[in-house]
């Protein structure tokens, strides 16, 4: 199977890898959401190859991730500014965040701290129930088959 062929597998994270799943697209969204717009600023940040990041940055534009926004005339200059889709992948950076702050910091600790802005602490993001608030662990999880499994090919 091709990569782009995952995007027809009936499995979110199979669907969802096929947009996002590399190193580079995961930093450039990342990068939007520390507040990054403009490519220079990708650039500079990220140290990838001019190519490589045109390329993610049309990517993640063509999946509606982010949208290209003309901010001078002359010459054309684009900000890439961060979808409503794109606004709703922060919790799985956030989780990511929390994943290499645990296991990969060492010992120096985590390099970005979060502040939740309503309560003013410091946090670290955790996973919890749309219907009762409480924290859901690994083992409080029972996959069942959803509507959307059909007749499609199977990972």
């Known amino acids: 199977m091709k990569w782009q062929e995952t995007s027809e597998i009936p499995c979110s994270v199979a669907r ?26 990708f650039h500079a940040n990220l140290g990838v190859t001019r190519h490589v990041l045109a390329d993610r940055l049309g990517r993640l534009v063509e999946a ?46 985590a390099p970005l ?9 410091v946090f670290t993001p955790k996973l919890a129930c749309s219907e009762c608030a409480e924290e859901v662990l690994v083992s409080d999880v029972s996959p069942m088959i959803g509507p959307g499994m059909g007749k499609q090919k199977h990972a």
């Open 64 to 109: 509606d991730i982010l949208e290209k926004v003309l901010y001078q005339q002359r010459p054309p200059r684009y900000e890439y500014r961060l979808t409503e889709k794109g606004r709703d992948l922060h919790p799985i950076l956030m989780m990511l965040t929390a994943w290499g702050d645990k296991w990969m910091a060492q010992e120096h600790g």
């Open 113 to 121: 701290l979060f502040k939740h802005t309503a309560c003013g602490h």
């Open 16 to 41: 969802t890898l096929s947009v996002i799943g590399d190193r580079w697209t995961l930093l450039v969204i990342r990068n939007a959401f520390l507040g990054m717009q403009r490519y220079e600023q």
